[in-house]
């Protein structure tokens, strides 16, 4: 099946540090999504992508669709502890069906 | 407005025995969705419905997993029985009808099991 590589797996950055994060896909397709996890909750939509090339921010955080619609990253500027949590990148299986592909993570760690 | 709600929160079991988790979407969103989340293979898509009927059940593990969505509000996901490998945690979660684009999948809080 389809799977979605993200990395880094992990990472610990210092408050006021810029982050970047990104995801690769073996296939194409229309739409990226990323979302955060805090600890104990559900996964929450921070940011959706519907072109190739598309670059959204939501505050501090930046995403874009990359060109070759395989790939997409995230960045954090300026990070503040509250950015603690694991970050998911997910995209559609195929354009016809509901079902998300959820990527494997990246847990970030920010130290004050 | 309350958003996804799931119980219970926390669910611990003894192996065989039948655990039934539950969930309530947000009101007025037409589709609802049963993931479970697991270390070793992260977030997964096990069931979802739109309109109360099951569209793709491709994800469900084996027939000792059920699901039902008897009403717009209610949805049920019932393990019989439970095995040790069943402990997870099962998210809820539901969407508003999809007009255009992507509508963004409200996630509950989640439900924790553990099977002993």
């Known amino acids: 099946g389809q799977q979605l590589n993200q990395s880094p797996q992990s990472m610990f950055i210092q408050e006021g540090e810029d982050v970047s994060m990104n995801c690769t896909s073996s296939s194409i397709f229309n739409t990226w999504l990323w979302y955060k996890q805090d600890p104990g909750e559900g996964p929450v939509l921070l940011i959706a992508?519907?072109?190739?090339?598309e670059l959204t921010s939501n505050g501090r955080l930046t995403a874009q669709f990359g060109i070759t619609r395989k790939d997409s990253f995230l960045n954090i500027s300026a990070s503040i502890p509250s950015d603690v949590g694991i970050y998911f990148c997910?995209?559609?299986?195929?354009?016809?069906?509901?079902?998300?592909?959820f990527g494997t993570g990246t847990r970030l760690q920010v130290f004050p | 407005d309350a958003g996804v709600i799931q119980s219970p929160r926390h669910e611990v079991t003894e192996m065989g025995q039948e655990v039934t988790l539950r969930c309530k979407p947000i009101?007025?969103?037409?589709?609802l969705f049963w993931y479970r989340q697991t270390m070793m293979r992260g977030l997964e898509l096990l069931i979802y419905f739109n309109n109360n009927v099951p569209i793709d059940d491709s994800g469900m593990p084996e027939d000792r997993f059920s699901a039902k969505m008897p009403n717009a509000s209610f949805s049920t996901l019932k393990i019989q029985p439970s095995e040790p490998r069943d402990s997870a945690v099962y998210f809820c979660?539901?969407?508003?009808?999809?007009?255009?684009?992507?509508?963004?999948?409200?996630f509950g809080p989640g439900t924790r099991l553990t099977v002993l």
């Open positions: 992508l519907y072109k190739a090339g």
């Open positions: 997910a995209k559609k299986e195929s354009y016809n069906t509901d079902k998300l592909i």
């Open positions: 009101s007025g969103h037409n589709s």
């Open positions: 979660a539901s969407r508003l009808p999809e007009l255009a684009g992507y509508n963004e999948q409200f």
